[in-house]
């Protein structure tokens, strides 16, 4: 019979391709706050609960003998202006999100092998220059603070005995969601180009290393703590858009500047758009790790041209 895999945030752009990837060597069991909607998505790949994203109650006994728990919900950081109530609703839907994981796990009586818990590099803040590895100091930006509390929340797993593994990913590149189909979008109109300075670091990785750096860390039982799931080669933003144009043969003339963004987007456009992390992956690549897609011109020739 095949391994139990829980994954929390499985309708989302990396949980897809996740299910997708493990379906076939693992059970798979998605939680999911919509169950209609998660059958339709990854109703192939994937047994469907529901959750509230809050509690335990309804699903605690799937963790219960599992092989894993791959926990990547958590509300959207990336999507319109940071009400109040957006700030709240984002670090809530962390720390809730993460601690019913572990109530689950502390509940269960044949524990998990392993909990992989999603994170991102917006731990670290902006930065400039500064080379950012898994040891680098937390930011002191909104961002920073949600990761950091929710990822102090998820070391109650390790206190149960569970192996944990913290995942910073950075820029996930795929055409089915995450950032780049709304970079793209302006060379549609031959309006592309860079945003604010362009001096920012963006630390990116393809969504099929993605995946398969999760597999690696799921499947690798010496392997604890955290880990940047980001490529080691980050790039400014103007060279991600300098490659992008080329890719898609257009060219990347126009510049947004940062106080336009700021003026329509506020507080987010200081933290998600102009932010600058310039992340490795040390401990990834120390682990023996191999990229398929180090560089960002593979990768973007592989995602626009091969669909992917």
């Known amino acids: 019979m095949a391994r139990r895999v829980v994954i929390t945030g499985a309708t989302g752009f990396i949980g897809r391709a996740l299910c997708q990837a493990l379906h076939g ?33 309804t699903w605690a006994g799937q963790v219960d003998g599992a092989y894993g728990v791959i926990h990547l919900a958590g509300e959207s950081v990336a999507q319109g202006r940071w009400t109040q109530a957006k700030v709240d609703s984002i670090l809530k839907s962390r720390t809730n999100g993460v601690n019913a994981v572990v109530e689950a796990v502390v509940a269960a009586r044949n524990k998990p092998a392993v909990v992989i818990q999603g994170s991102a590099v917006g731990y670290y803040g902006s930065r400039g220059d500064e080379i950012l590895t898994e040891d680098s100091l937390p930011g002191a930006t909104f961002l920073a603070e949600v990761c950091e509390r929710a990822e102090r929340v ?25 950032a780049l189909p709304r970079l793209m979008a302006p060379f549609r109109f031959l309006l592309g180009g860079h945003i604010g300075s362009g001096r920012q ?52 003339w126009t510049m947004l500047p940062g106080f336009a963004v700021r003026l329509a987007l506020g507080r987010m456009a200081n933290e998600v758009l ?10 990834l690549i120390d682990a023996g790790f191999e990229f398929r897609y180090p560089e960002l011109r593979n990768a973007l020739e592989a995602v626009v041209h091969e669909g992917g």
Not at 41 to 47: R, T, V
Not at 52 to 57: L, Q, W
Not at 203 to 218: H, P
């Open 274 to 283: 102009l932010a600058s992390q310039n992340a490795i992956p040390k401990r």
């Open 25 to 57: 060597d693992y059970e798979i069991v998605a939680l999911s706050r919509d169950a209609t909607r998660a059958a339709g998505a990854i109703g192939a790949y994937a047994k469907i609960f529901e959750w509230d994203g809050r509690t335990a109650s």
């Open 154 to 178: 998820g070391a109650g797993v390790g206190k149960a005995g569970v192996r944990h593994v913290v995942i910073r990913t950075g820029m996930a590149l795929g055409l089915q969601g995450g």
């Open 201 to 252: 670091w963006i630390s990116w990785i393809g969504l099929e290393d993605e995946v398969r750096a999760i597999r690696f860390l799921l499947e690798n039982p010496n392997l604890a703590g955290v880990f940047n799931l980001t490529t080691p080669h980050p790039v400014t933003m103007k060279q991600f858009v300098r490659i992008l144009g080329s890719v898609l043969h257009r060219p990347a």
